[in-house]
């Protein structure tokens, strides 16, 4: 089963594209920390980066409610794939797609608009979160 989920922090806003065509892609990088003891019996924190692609509904409401520093919940599949890089060099590149997102602490102090349906009509609310 190919089923990643993380919480951690966004290390910088996310990046948004619109492609014209009814799709869109947000992308960004989440830290996920965790302490562990080296050893020496030291506590030190561990940090690890995930690259993380949000498409269509939840990559507009990401670009429009999420910024650096918020601690976000997400849930998805890993996914490798190639593409050509602007100097015309082959990349291989991984990144968690993500299926479930949910906002655990907003950066700025910004609040889940009440009315769910005024961004996502038809899509019901999951849970107790903030599910997208």
Known sequence: MNQLTIIGNLGADPTFKDFGNGNSAANFNVAVSEKVKNKRGEIIKNTEWFRVVAWNQQAEFIQKHVKKGAKVFIQGKVRSRDYTDSNGNP??????????????????????????????????????????
């Open 91 to 132: 990349q291989r590149v991984t990144e968690l797609v993500s299926e479930k997102f949910e906002i655990l602490n907003w950066a700025n102090d910004e609040k889940l608009p009440n009315n769910r349906e005024g961004i996502f009509p038809g899509i019901p609310k999951q849970g107790n979160g903030n599910y997208y």
